[in-house]
């Protein structure tokens, strides 16, 4: 199969460059720019006080102990910065991702559940941030949870959005992937899942495929010639001259919503 006549695979800094520095923070977003991702996957959490703030874990170290980040107002957040091993690096909000990098990029937004002060402000306030920002043909909204993909598609259906799953997913005798919700025209399964049979069948059905985690290039070249739509690594410093071997790069930061079906 010729990549070339699938579009341009585009590499994703999963959390920005994690081997580099602290993931989810603008010295990892940084380094996965500099070393040539299309964009960054970043994971968005509330805090008690409803502020949308960039965060994979549910908790977080303070002194000893792991507490609940959705326990915690964004000022008291800020007291001190997150760590993790040798990195450290302060918690961005998601409103400040989006003002250091605007459209120079391009996101994997993903959602986590988590504890809110009120039913769908976490979606309430991604919906708001990409509109506020001009950003909706910029990212894709990703989530494990099909509520929650669907909730935003309700509030703002011109944001794109995309079902993450891994091998504990349901998926119905015969399917390759999980029923996708309403108004979900995108997938992101785990590499393990994204055999050759899957990006096929996807391809055929008009379903871009967006494979996680992508560390070995030999697989990222693979996963490119299929014309996966993107891959997401933690290297990216090693995936995207890989990927760029067999796919050209978009000649601009690329537009998401051209890329699903309409």
């Known amino acids: 199969m010729n990549s070339a006549h699938l579009g341009p695979t585009r590499v994703y800094?999963?959390?920005?460059?994690?081997?580099?520095?602290?993931?989810n923070t603008f010295e990892s977003f940084?380094?996965?720019e500099a070393e040539g991702a299309d964009g960054f996957e970043l994971d968005v959490r509330l805090t008690s006080d409803g502020e949308a703030v960039v965060h994979h874990d549910p908790d977080l170290l303070r002194g000893e102990r792991r507490v609940a980040l959705s326990s915690l107002p964004l000022l008291e957040l800020r007291q001190?910065?997150?760590r993790r091993g040798e990195?450290?690096?302060?918690?961005p909000t998601l409103r400040e991702v989006f003002l250091r990098y605007g459209g120079q990029v391009s996101y994997l937004v993903e959602l986590k559940t988590c504890p809110s002060p009120r039913p769908s402000l976490l979606e309430f306030?991604?919906?708001?941030?990409l509109t506020r920002f001009h950003l909706t043909g910029k990212a894709l909204v990703l989530s494990f949870s099909t509520e929650m993909?669907?909730?935003?598609?309700?509030i703002e259906p011109q944001i794109e959005t995309c079902l993450l799953f891994d091998g504990t997913a349901y998926r119905p005798e015969g399917q390759l992937w999980p029923d996708l919700p309403k108004g979900c025209r995108a997938i992101a399964p785990q590499a393990a899942l994204a055999s050759d049979r899957l990006l096929a069948e996807a391809r055929s059905a008009e379903i871009p495929v967006h494979v996680w985690t992508v560390n070995d290039p030999v697989e990222a070249v693979r996963f490119a010639?299929?014309?996966?739509a993107s891959v997401i690594t933690d290297v990216p410093g090693e995936i995207v001259p890989a990927v760029?071997?067999?796919?050209?790069?978009?000649?601009?930061s690329p537009d998401l919503s051209a890329g699903a079906p309409g």
């Open 244 to 252: 760029r071997g067999v796919s050209s790069p978009p000649a601009s």
């Open 125 to 129: 306030r991604v919906a708001t941030l």
């Open 80 to 82: 001190e910065p997150s």
């Open 13 to 23: 800094g999963h959390r920005g460059s994690p081997r580099r520095a602290l993931e």
């Open 225 to 228: 010639a299929l014309g996966a």
């Open 87 to 91: 990195f450290s690096g302060e918690v």
């Open 149 to 154: 993909l669907r909730r935003i598609r309700e």
């Open 30 to 32: 940084d380094r996965a």
